[in-house]
């Protein structure tokens, strides 16, 4: 723990000693849960002091213990202790006061991070690259909504005032959002993360942010995860919500995390890239990528909500299919030749677990580039039989993670079996409430 504890005292010469440092660990639905732990009191953090039940790892999205995991207080509920993620101390400039925050795992009773980790599990899928001196190089961009302020939990979303009802990089909207997206830029720079584009996106109020690529994939998740944060808190300073909810919007665009992804070799060359066409190595990626993609669906497509974006005139890819710069297939091949060569991975919700997400996509590109299976023909190409469509429908897609060897080979078998019990009670709970248009269109007529 030494190492921490010199990054502490260098985070306290440089910003000087916060009155509170919070503690973040990322649950298994990308949740933020943790401690305050008083500025003067880090020590107990550096010796292992520091505890949380291991259960937070894997609640619901309501908060709650799930029984079927056989985590929680059916086990009797015991603690982890709480280790920091190297490098990840870090001001909190939206905070009053002198804040600092840190990202945190939980040791397993029998020793190392918890295998409940998504950002453990996104490791051990990038070992496998390591084993075979490959190197995966990731970008991501993710899309959100600025919302008024709503009076309650179930009021619907509106736009902020003067929002025009589509955006389509309006550069006026853009402008009149300035503070707020300025702050954000601003607060995300003081936090590290390599932010780059921004633009007024298709919805009204929403953007999308684009991230500068890097060869470190977990880094890139905890942007992802520490940028949705952010954001949320900047807009609240504005007096307005954020949200990266797949589907705020029955009749608008939904909120997708889209991932760039190359690979590099020993000699630091990218092996998607070919002088002409497709690379065997990039078709193979594609490839591998499509054959996982419905059995990987509850992961990037994991809530009830999610599935709004796949319905019929979405602007999310329905089924798993590629082509060359087409923004309506599910994988994209923006380049091919030169060191920018990659695929872009477009089916991700912005509700997504990055660590999971990013663990499968490149799990399925490590399986093609093992199986060495051609893609199957593009969209452009003709004639081109359509791909069997994904699933629209939250409980078939979490029956199919379910018995997939796939996700036991990329996530484990005892975590394949702790999601899927985790999004089973999920469903129990969320699928059985009546809606309000269920009172609206039956109550009064039936």
């Not at 010199?6 to 000087?16: L, R, V, W």
């Not at 970008?139 to 009802?165: G, H, S, V």
């Not at 399986?367 to 081109?384: C, I, K, N, V, Y």
């Not at 009670?425 to 269109?441: F, G, N, Q, V, W």
Request: proline letters at 9%; aromatic letters at 6%.
């Amino acid at each position: 723990m030494t190492g921490f504890a010199s990054e502490y005292e260098a985070h306290c010469a440089a910003h000087g000693r916060p009155e509170r440092i919070e503690l973040l660990l990322c649950d298994i639905n990308a949740v933020l849960r943790g401690k305050w732990l008083p500025g003067d009191q880090a020590k107990k953090l550096v010796n292992g002091g520091v505890r949380l039940p291991l259960s937070t790892y894997a609640p619901n999205i309501l908060g709650a213990e799930v029984e079927e995991t056989g985590l929680g207080i059916v086990a009797g509920d015991p603690d982890g202790q709480l280790v920091p993620v190297a490098g990840s101390l870090r001001p909190v400039p939206w905070a009053e006061g002198n804040i600092a925050q840190v990202q945190v795992e939980m040791l397993a009773p029998e020793g190392g991070i918890s295998p409940l980790s998504g950002r453990e599990l996104l490791a051990r899928v990038l070992g496998r690259f390591a084993e075979r001196g490959l190197r995966p190089v990731v970008a991501t961009e993710l899309e959100f909504y600025l919302l008024q302020p709503r009076p309650c939990a179930e009021a619907p979303p509106e736009p902020p005032a003067l929002t025009p009802d589509t955006q389509n990089y309006d550069m006026e909207v853009l402008a009149r959002t300035q503070p707020v997206m300025d702050d954000i830029v601003h607060a995300a720079r003081a936090q590290g993360l390599p932010t780059d584009t921004l633009i007024a996106e298709y919805g009204p109020g929403q953007f999308e942010i684009n991230f500068h690529h890097t060869d470190d994939a977990l880094a890139a998740a905890d942007t992802a995860v520490l940028f949705r944060r952010l954001v949320r808190a900047m807009a609240a300073a504005h007096g307005l919500e954020a949200t990266f909810m797949a589907k705020p919007y029955a009749g608008q665009p939904g909120n997708g995390m889209h991932v760039h992804v190359s690979v590099l070799d020993e000699r630091g060359e990218n092996i998607f890239a070919a002088e002409e066409g497709l690379s065997q190595a990039l078709g193979a990626a594609v490839a591998g990528v499509l054959s996982t993609m419905r059995e990987m669906q509850a992961i990037f497509a994991p809530h009830l909500n999610s599935y709004r974006r796949f319905g019929p005139g979405s602007f999310a890819p329905s089924a798993p299919n590629w082509g060359v710069d087409n923004r309506g297939a599910a994988v994209r091949i923006p380049q091919a030749s030169g060191p920018a060569a990659r695929l872009e991975h477009r089916i991700c919700g912005a509700d997504t677990n990055p660590y999971l997400a990013l663990a499968a996509i490149l799990g399925g590109i490590l399986h093609g580039l093992e199986s060495r299976t051609p893609p199957p023909p593009p969209l452009e190409a003709a004639p081109s039989a359509p791909a069997h469509p994904l699933h629209h429908d939250w409980t078939a897609a979490v029956e199919e993670f379910a018995a997939s060897p796939f996700a036991a080979e990329i996530f484990t078998e005892e975590f394949r079996r702790i999601y899927t019990a985790v999004k089973r009670d999920e469903i129990a709970r969320i699928s059985t409430l009546i809606t309000p248009a269920e009172y609206k269109y039956y109550l009064s007529r039936l």
